[in-house]
């Protein structure tokens, strides 16, 4: 967090380093990819630490499948049925994803609001989302899937937590556009960053045009960037044609150097495509 890190952040890091010194609870994860052929025996650190920095280290090196593969290991640890085992999988996944999950709290807090509070919404999404992720039925993308819940999930549980405007403090009230409850500006927030991390910038120019169609058809192309639906620039092409003051097909078609046809042509195919995934979305949300 910029200044202040919230206490219940606190505590996680606490814990994991007790958990780290439990060289028991090393042994097991360290077998668990050693088993699954995710590292080699000379790879794999004795120390619970290093290894999931080690396992953190690749994914950031964008290796293929590498992600998929340790990340479902042990996903699939926690949905196999043994508590002991399910309980350290899940807790070495929140640790991985806790610097997300920070980047996403420290983009919900408004003005009088209690960090602590949005905090505990948070992190308990991220647990949930780590406890229900279908694996078996997602195994590909699953960072990018783990991100996606928990924005879903943030989205929902904060959107009821701030339902009684009372609880805001009155600057950040006075700072919304006339009518608008502070519930309601929690979803378009989160949105906009998701679809800039996405890789959507064209979505995030006037976070309140994210509402109604206009918010439902964003979250949709956040969803289809993730799980590989859409291109980049499949994507941004309907997200810049379908919206207010769009530019006629002419100007954007000079703009890629193809023709007005052509454009239509490959809109018309990301349309469909986004179509026929629409359904997953649904369920997804």
Not at 164 to 172: I, K, V
Not at 260 to 270: C, D, E, I, Y
Request: proline share 5%; with cysteine; net charge negative.
């Amino acid at each position: 967090m910029d200044a202040v890190q919230p206490t219940l952040v606190t505590r996680l890091n606490t814990e994991w380093e007790w958990l780290c010194a439990d060289r028991g609870s090393a042994d097991r994860v360290r077998s668990w990819m050693l088993g699954a052929g995710v590292l080699d025996e000379d790879q794999a650190p004795a120390d619970l630490g290093e290894l999931c920095a080690l396992l953190r280290k690749g994914a950031k090196r964008n290796e293929p499948g590498f992600i998929d593969a340790w990340m479902g290991v042990l996903l699939h640890r926690v949905s196999a049925g043994d508590v002991r085992d399910a309980e350290l999988a899940a807790r070495v996944l929140v640790q991985a994803m806790l610097p997300h999950a920070c980047r996403m709290l420290r983009g919900c807090v408004r003005s009088g609001e209690d960090i602590e509070d949005v905090a505990q919404v948070v992190i308990a999404s991220l647990w949930e989302v780590v406890r229900t992720f279908p694996i078996a039925r997602r195994p590909r993308k699953v960072a990018a899937g783990l991100r996606l819940e928990l924005w879903h999930r943030v989205s929902r549980e904060l959107k009821r937590e701030l339902a009684p405007s009372e609880h805001l403090d009155e600057t950040w009230a006075a700072a919304l556009p006339g009518g608008v409850e502070p519930a309601d500006a929690v979803e378009p927030v989160l949105l906009a960053r998701a679809a800039e991390a996405a890789g959507l910038p064209a979505a995030v120019s006037a976070v309140e045009e994210l509402e109604g169609a206009r918010g439902e058809m964003v979250a949709l192309l956040v969803w289809a960037l993730e799980c590989e639906v859409l291109t980049a620039e499949a994507a941004s092409g309907i997200c810049d044609h379908y919206r207010e003051g769009a530019p006629q097909d002419a100007a954007t078609a000079s703009v890629w150097g193809v023709s007005p046809v052509a454009l239509r042509r490959r809109r018309s195919r990301a349309v469909a495509r986004l179509r026929q995934a629409a359904p997953q979305w649904v369920e997804a949300a």
